[in-house]
């Protein structure tokens, strides 16, 4: 769901798997299957015939909801596999749109008994989530599984160690001394290499509080952390992954650098005029993304994405640090000056442009330079969003995938891919909020994505949110896209589903026209999914806003669909494949098991 991110983007803008023997030992140990991100898992996954079980997860969803204008806008775990057993977090506590902290995490452990998923223990953390509804939608608290063990964030920076059959603490690994932090918090999702070793980031914040902003005050600190098998630890600041820059990038920005803000609304349409510059401010720190997850090469090589702690927000330097597996900086790359598709010419006939001609509604100015990102008027660079849950997909090539957003093309953004030393090699025009699937076949590959037509509503036109400079357009069509490795369009799969359902307490289902709100018909619902799953045999899985996880078959046509519980805006989440081919995915903080 874009259109609560878009509300504050205008304040703001005004052959064999890898690791597969690893994976089995513990089938779904983590955020999309494995280190690299691939998604694509080693079985055939079940008929979608039957909900098997649903288990409620985050039982404050009404009040969420109720705050929100209806949406869910939480980041959730993946389901966690091995064998039998399961795992998923859970939230208790009370819900406050204005402080995240009032909420409660923690990680319950299920087991299939008799046909049945049976709770076996539950483990309450003392993990916090930063920030508020203000600052991003609520980041994510995420466990993985390694060395016979559950993994799940502390407070202060800390990793608990669980006994994966009981729950109990077997340690608490702190790579911040003996001391808990509360200014330090785990961010984003904790990944294993397969090998033994586990990899997360942490942030430190200044003064960090009730009723404070995240991006009120500049970080102190933050750090690549990494854990052995035998529980020693070892860390690095961003600070030094940053500095050495790859070739043909430009270099990262320093804490006290000026960056460019954006032009006020008062200057519409974008840009002034073609010499014209935004405000520039401190950049603030480079620190990782908050909700993603590093990814790992074959080679050990850690990839993760890292941006400036921008303190009015306007993020646009953004970029990739390359780790050797002693955490010491390998390179990094600027996501910034990458791209070339932004204002058209006063004709209309600038190629690759995706805004109509200067001058006409949604147009930059007339006489406006060609390409420009019109928020800056400079060559567009793709943006790390904190309310974002993308992270790096690493291709059986070698090259390295990710899922920037960009508010100049109705918010869709962009699909960056680098190779393996840094270099850009080619972008897609959709990423947001997408960690891309990869199919493996016939010695190549392809790439799975979301692909969604935003713009329906009042205030969510091309590059800006006032109507009459930049007009909405019909939201849809939404597609899954599977895309070939220099990233051109095998096909697509459109939603055109039109009813909004829900699933009544007797088990019944209620459908009316979906609307929308807006004034033009609808023709589908938006895909929800942040991380999909190919099977075996090359069957996407999927889930969508209209309430159903959908089977889609290469070729793009659909293989089977089911209706899980209710039709619903809400932040993108990801679903996971068993051992025995069950379907576990999400739908209203629930979990679903579905099969034969």
Not at 317 to 324: K, M, P, S
Not at 353 to 359: D, E, M
Request: proline share 7%; glycine share 10%; aromatic share 10%.
């Amino acid at each position: 769901m874009y259109t609560s991110l878009l509300r504050r983007a205008a304040v703001a803008t005004a052959g064999a798997l890898l690791f597969v023997g690893v994976a089995h030992a513990q089938f779904w140990p983590q955020w999309a299957l494995n280190a690299q991100h691939t998604g694509q898992v080693g079985v055939a996954g079940q008929p979608l015939n039957n909900i098997l079980t649903s288990i409620v997860y985050d039982p404050l969803v009404p009040a969420e909801m109720a705050a929100n204008d209806n949406e869910l806008l939480a980041h959730y775990q993946v389901p966690l596999i091995d064998g039998s057993n399961v795992y998923m977090e859970f939230k208790s506590g009370k819900y406050n749109k204005n402080n995240y902290s009032t909420e409660i995490w923690g990680e319950n452990g299920f087991q299939w008994q008799n046909g049945k998923l049976v709770q076996t223990w539950s483990f309450t953390s003392d993990w916090d989530a930063p920030g508020s509804q203000a600052d991003f939608w609520e980041p994510v608290f995420h466990a993985v599984l390694a060395n016979g063990f559950i993994y799940v964030p502390g407070a202060g920076g800390t990793l608990f160690k669980l006994d994966t059959g009981t729950g109990a603490v077997i340690s608490r690994l702190n790579p911040f001394g003996v001391k808990i932090d509360p200014d330090i918090i785990v961010a984003g999702v904790p990944v294993t290499d397969g090998n033994g070793n586990i990899y997360y980031n942490a942030i430190q914040q200044h003064n960090s509080g009730t009723g404070i902003s995240f991006y009120q005050h500049d970080i102190a600190d933050s750090w690549l952390v990494k854990v052995l098998a035998d529980d020693s630890v070892a860390k690095v600041s961003y600070s030094i992954l940053v500095a050495q820059t790859a070739a043909g990038s430009l270099p990262s920005p320093k804490p006290n650098d000026a960056c460019l803000t954006v032009f006020s609304e008062s200057q519409l349409p974008w840009p002034p005029s073609p010499t014209a510059v935004p405000a520039a401010s401190p950049c603030g720190t480079m620190r990782p993304a908050l909700n993603a997850a590093p990814a790992i090469g074959t080679d050990g090589t850690i990839y993760t994405v890292t941006r400036t702690h921008l303190l009015d927000g306007t993020n646009r330097y953004g970029g990739i640090a390359a780790v050797h597996p002693d955490l010491t900086p390998k390179w990094w790359t600027s996501m910034r000056d990458r791209l070339n598709d932004g204002c058209n010419n006063d004709q209309g006939t600038f190629a690759g442009s995706l805004l109509p001609a200067n001058g006409t509604p949604g147009g930059c100015r007339l006489g406006s330079t060609p390409g420009v990102d019109p928020a800056q008027n400079t060559k567009p660079g793709a943006r790390v969003l904190d309310d974002s849950s993308s992270s790096i997909t690493i291709a059986p090539d070698g090259s390295i995938l990710y899922g920037a957003y960009t508010r100049y093309d109705f918010a869709r953004g962009h699909l960056m891919k680098f190779s393996p030393t840094g270099q850009f090699l080619g972008v897609y025009n959709f990423g947001w909020d997408s960690t891309p699937a990869i199919y493996q076949h016939n010695g190549t590959y392809s790439i799975v994505i979301k692909d969604n037509e935003y713009g329906g509503g009042p205030q969510f036109g091309s590059y800006c949110n006032v109507d009459a400079i930049c007009p909405p357009r019909q939201n849809g069509p939404f597609f899954i896209t599977q895309l070939g490795p220099n990233l051109n369009v095998e096909w697509k799969f459109q939603n055109t589903n039109n009813q909004s359902c829900a699933r009544n307490p007797d088990g019944t289902i209620t459908c009316v026209p979906n609307t929308s709100g807006n004034q033009w018909p609808n023709i589908g619902f938006e895909w929800c999914i942040n991380a999909p799953v190919v099977d075996a045999n090359g069957v996407v899985y999927a889930n969508s806003e209209d309430g159903n996880v959908y089977a889609i078959k290469q070729g793009g046509t659909l293989k089977q669909n089911i209706f899980l519980d209710q039709a619903l805006g809400a932040a993108y989440t990801p679903l996971a494949i068993g051992p025995d081919g069950k379907v576990y995915t999400e739908n209203k903080g629930t979990l679903f098991v579905i099969g034969n």
